[in-house]
C-alpha cells in the first residue's frame, strides 16, 4: 500500500507533541497535570475558527466562479472543522472543572463562540443533507457560510459585553498565563502538528468528495 | 432606488393581503405568544424570582419563537403553485422579492407584539412607566434583524426537505445576539437603570440591523438565480 | 396553416447554439432558431427533452450555459428590461390561491408596471371569460378556470413574446377555445408565440414554424408551409420511442 507522505507526518507530528507535552514539559505551577489538556484544546480551537475562515472564503469565491471545486472544498473543510470543533468544546469543560471548579464557564468568551461556531457547523451540514440539487445546495451552503461568518463577531461581542457586566462568582479564575519558554515551544509545537492533521484530513475528505460526485455523475448519465 | 422600495411595496401588501384572508398564522403566533407567557409564569418560583428578572428573558425568548410561526409561511404561499416563478419572471429585482417578504414580515411580528407585550405587561404587573418608549424602540430593532435573517432562510428553508426543522436551526444561532441584547436592554430599563447603561446593547442591536439586512438582502439573489 | 401575416421587422427571438448544463447533464445541447413579430412556434418533444429548460431560459429564470439567446434583442441574462418583454404560461398556474382573479391578474399588472392597471385588468379577465367569478378566491375555482385566470395573468402586460408551456392542460372545450383564439389575436397583433404541447393538432393550429425537441436539441425543424403534419408525427413518435 502505497505511504502517504501528509498523514503519516501529521500523525508523527501530533504523536510527537502528545508525548513531548505529557512527558517532556514542565508542569504548570498552580494547575497541575489537568492544565495539560491545554496542549489539545487550544490547538484545536485553532484549527476549528482556520476550519471555518476557509469555509467563508471558499463559499465566497464560489458564489463568484461557481466551480463545484470550490463548493467540495467548503463541504471538506465543514465536516472537518466539526470534529475539531467537537474536540474544543470536549477538551473545555475537562479542562475547567478541576482547575476552575466548574464545567462550563460562561463568561470564557472563546469557548462560547466555538460552541456557537458549532452550531453553524452544524446546521451548514444539515443544510447540505436536506438538499439533493448539487447546484442548490453548493449556493445555500455558500451563503451560509458567509453569513455564518459574520455572525461569529456579534456572538463574541454579545458574550463579551454579558461577561462584563456580569462579573460572576468564579473559584479561582486564573489570569492569562506568560508561558515559560518549554510551554510555549509544546504550544507551537501542538499548532503546527494540529494545523498538518487538519490539512491531511482535509485532503482526504475532499478526495473522497471526489471520488462520490464522479459516482454521481455517472449514475445521472446512465439514467 | 424608489423602484426598488415600491415594487417591495406591492410585493409587501400582497403578502398581507394574503395574510390578512387567512389570518391562521397570525392566530397561531399570538396564541402561542399568550400561551408561552402563561406557563413561563408557572415555571419559575414567583417568591424566588421577580417579574422584573423574569419578564425580559421570557418576553425576547416568545418574540423568537413566536416570530419563526410569521416567518415559516413567508415563503410558504409562494410554493403552493409555483407563484415564486410569476415573481421571478417578472421585471422587479431579486432585491424588492426579499424586501417585500421582509417589510411583510416586519410587519406580521410587530402585529404580533402589539398583542404579547401589553399581554405581558397585564399579566406580569409590570411597571412600564416611561420605559414604554424605549422598549418599542428596542423591539422594533430586535424585529428587524429576526425579519432580515429569518426571511432569508425561510427563502432557503422552503427548497429544502426539512423546512419546518431548517428554519428554526438555521436562524436560532442568529436570533442569539438579538436576544442576549434586546433582554439585557429590557432588564436594565425595568429595573430603573437610566438608558445609557443600555447604549451598549442598543448599539450592538443597531449593528446588527445594518449588517445583517445589507448581508442577506445582497444574498437572496444568489439564492434564486440559477 | 400558413402565416398569413408579414412579419417584418427583428426578430423577438434569436438563439444560437444555447445550451444549459446542471452539473454534467445537458438539458439543452445547442439550440439554435429565431422567431420573428407574429410568428409562432409549435415546440413538441418526448418528457425530458428540454423543452421546459428552453422556455425557462427564455423567461429568465435560467441562465445560458454557453451560446447566445436574445428576447427583444436583449442579450440574455438580460434582467429586468428582458423580463419585461415576456409573458409566461405554465401548467403550474402561478396564482395565489387565497386571493380572487382580479387581485391576482392587479399584483401581476403592478409588478409590470402597466399604466391602467384596473382596465387592463378587466380586458384580460374578460377575454378568458373570467370576469363572472373574478371575485371569489381562487381556491374555490375548478382547474379549468385557474387556468384561465393564469393566462390573463400572463398576458395582462401585453408581452412581445408568450411562452406557453402545455398552456391546454385543464382546460375545457371553452377554455382551450378562449386560448386559441386569444393566441390567435395576439399572433395578429404582431406578438411571438411560442407553445409547448403534446397536442400536435392544437399545436399546429396555430403555428408558423414547428419543432421537435429530443435530448436537448432540435432533431426537425420547418416553417409551417413545409409543415407536413403526418411527416410530424412520425418524427414526433420517432423521437418519444427513441427517448
Not at chain 2, 80 to 91: K, N, V
Request: charged share 15%; aromatic share 10%.
Amino acid at each position: 500500500m502505497k505511504i502517504s507522505w501528509l498523514p503519516t507526518i501529521a500523525g508523527a507530528a501530533v504523536i510527537a507533541t502528545v508525548i513531548r507535552a505529557a512527558f517532556f514539559t514542565p508542569l504548570e505551577a498552580k494547575q497541575g497535570a489537568a492544565q495539560k489538556i491545554f496542549y489539545l484544546h487550544v490547538p484545536a480551537a485553532w484549527v476549528a475558527f482556520l476550519a471555518f475562515f476557509l469555509v467563508a472564503v471558499s463559499s465566497g469565491v464560489y458564489l463568484w466562479l461557481r466551480d463545484s471545486r470550490l463548493d467540495r472544498f467548503a463541504e471538506s473543510s465543514a465536516e472537518v472543522g466539526v470534529v475539531f470543533t467537537t474536540v474544543v468544546l470536549i477538551t473545555g469543560p475537562l479542562w475547567a472543572k478541576p482547575i476552575w471548579g466548574t464545567y462550563w464557564a460562561w463568561w470564557d468568551v472563546r469557548l462560547v463562540s466555538t460552541l456557537f461556531l458549532w452550531f453553524i457547523y452544524v446546521s451548514y451540514m444539515v443544510l447540505r443533507g436536506a438538499i439533493e440539487s448539487p447546484p442548490l445546495r453548493a449556493r445555500y451552503s455558500a451563503v451560509l457560510g458567509i453569513l455564518g461568518a459574520f455572525l461569529i463577531p456579534f456572538i463574541h461581542l454579545s458574550v463579551y459585553l454579558f461577561a462584563t457586566m456580569h462579573p460572576m462568582p468564579i473559584v479561582g479564575k486564573p489570569s492569562k498565563p506568560s508561558l515559560p519558554n518549554e510551554m510555549l515551544l509544546t504550544l507551537m509545537l501542538s499548532l503546527a502538528s494540529f494545523t498538518l492533521l487538519y490539512f491531511a484530513f482535509l485532503r482526504a475528505r475532499y478526495r473522497y468528495a471526489v471520488e462520490r460526485d464522479a459516482v454521481a455523475a455517472a449514475i445521472d448519465h446512465d439514467a | 432606488m424608489p423602484d426598488v422600495l415600491f415594487a417591495a411595496w406591492v410585493i409587501a401588501r400582497k403578502d398581507l393581503a394574503i395574510e390578512f384572508r387567512t389570518r391562521s398564522a397570525f392566530f397561531s403566533a399570538v396564541i402561542f405568544a399568550l400561551l408561552g407567557l402563561v406557563i413561563f409564569y408557572f415555571a419559575w418560583d414567583p417568591t424566588a424570582v421577580t417579574v422584573n428578572d423574569l419578564a425580559p428573558g421570557v418576553l425576547w425568548v416568545i418574540f423568537t419563537f413566536s416570530g419563526l410561526l410569521g416567518l415559516h409561511r413567508s415563503f410558504g404561499v409562494e410554493t403552493e403553485d409555483h407563484a415564486i416563478d410569476g415573481l421571478l419572471a417578472s421585471p422587479v429585482s431579486r432585491e424588492s422579492i426579499f424586501l417585500g417578504k421582509a417589510i411583510a414580515n416586519l410587519i406580521f411580528v410587530a402585529a404580533v407584539q402589539l398583542i404579547a407585550i401589553p399581554a405581558l405587561v397585564v399579566f406580569y404587573n409590570l411597571p412600564l412607566g416611561n420605559v414604554a418608549i424605549p422598549l418599542i424602540a428596542i423591539a422594533f430593532l430586535a424585529a428587524v434583524g429576526l425579519v432580515a435573517v429569518g426571511t432569508l432562510f425561510s427563502a432557503m428553508a422552503v427548497n429544502t426537505r426539512l423546512a419546518e426543522l431548517l428554519l428554526p436551526m438555521l436562524s436560532l444561532p442568529f436570533f442569539v445576539p438579538i436576544v442576549i441584547a434586546a433582554s439585557q436592554s429590557t432588564a436594565k430599563l425595568l429595573s430603573g437603570r437610566p438608558i445609557v447603561e443600555a447604549a451598549a446593547w442598543i448599539k450592538l442591536l443597531i449593528a446588527f440591523d445594518i449588517i445583517f439586512v445589507a448581508a442577506c438582502t445582497v444574498a437572496y439573489p444568489f439564492t434564486v438565480d440559477d | 396553416m400558413s402565416s398569413t401575416i408579414s412579419s417584418g421587422g427583428p426578430p423577438i427571438v434569436e438563439v444560437a447554439e444555447l445550451t444549459r448544463a446542471f452539473g454534467t447533464r445537458r438539458a439543452l445541447a445547442g439550440v439554435t432558431f429565431s422567431l420573428g413579430r407574429g410568428e409562432c412556434l409549435a415546440l413538441f418533444g418526448p418528457n425530458g427533452a428540454g423543452k421546459t429548460t428552453l422556455l425557462r431560459v427564455l423567461a429568465g429564470l435560467l441562465r445560458p450555459s454557453s451560446g447566445s439567446a436574445r428576447v427583444s434583442g436583449i442579450q440574455l441574462p438580460g434582467g429586468a428590461l428582458a423580463r419585461s418583454r415576456v409573458g409566461l404560461i405554465s401548467h403550474r398556474t402561478m396564482l395565489y390561491e387565497a386571493l380572487s382573479p382580479r387581485e391576482n391578474v392587479s399584483f401581476a399588472a403592478r409588478l409590470y408596471g402597466v399604466r391602467d392597471v384596473n382596465a387592463r385588468v378587466e380586458d384580460s379577465l374578460r377575454r378568458m371569460s373570467m370576469l363572472e367569478r373574478g371575485d371569489a378566491p381562487v381556491r374555490s375555482l375548478s382547474r379549468g378556470m385557474q387556468q384561465r385566470v393564469s393566462i390573463a395573468r400572463a398576458m395582462v402586460h401585453t408581452p412581445q413574446l408568450v411562452l406557453a408551456d402545455e398552456p391546454y392542460s385543464g382546460l375545457d372545450d371553452g377554455g382551450a377555445r378562449a386560448l386559441t383564439s386569444l393566441l390567435g389575436e395576439l399572433r395578429s397583433a404582431g406578438t411571438a408565440i411560442i407553445v409547448v404541447t403534446h397536442n400536435l393538432a392544437e399545436g399546429l393550429s396555430l403555428a408558423t414554424h414547428a419543432a421537435v425537441m429530443q435530448r436537448g436539441r432540435f432533431v426537425r425543424y420547418d416553417p409551417a408551409d413545409r409543415i407536413d403534419a403526418t411527416a410530424y408525427s412520425t418524427t414526433y413518435r420517432e423521437a418519444l420511442a427513441g427517448a
